[in-house]
């Protein structure tokens, strides 16, 4: 039967040494790793103990997303208000210099905008 000697004496060997150096060490993580877990699970448990989490503000992300959407819906309403006249003549004007006739057989159906960049950040 064989004992486990944790402090190696003097007259002890390198490897019997190594060995309980090594013993030494992993008993030591062990028991760091051990008491680790511990705090861990305490911690988890104190929404448990003393009540629930108050609800958070909303994220940087969601006050994003919400500023997205009241900015889109304040564009669209913007949108909906203008009267594109002006511009529809205006782009037939173009389109009938451009082709040499008159606009009186041009229809525009969608006018797209597109956005202020320059011309080389197309390319």
Do not use: C, H, Y
Not at 16 to 22: P, Q, T
Not at 39 to 66: N, S, Y
């Amino acid at each position: 039967m064989t004992t486990l000697i944790l402090s190696a004496g003097g007259a002890a060997t390198f490897g019997e040494r190594m060995e309980v150096a090594g013993l030494n060490t992993l008993l030591g993580m062990g028991m760091a790793f051990f008491v680790l877990t511990l705090i861990m699970f305490v911690i988890m448990l104190f929404p448990v103990v003393f009540g629930e989490r108050k609800p958070k503000k909303d994220t940087r992300a969601e006050l994003t997303e919400k500023s997205i959407d009241n900015t889109i819906s304040q564009i669209e309403e913007n949108e909906a208000q203008m009267d594109d006249s002006e511009l529809v003549a205006v782009i037939a004007a173009a389109i009938a210099a451009f082709e040499g006739t008159s606009a009186e057989g041009l229809v525009v159906r969608s006018i797209k905008r597109r956005g202020s960049r320059k011309q080389w950040q197309r390319a």
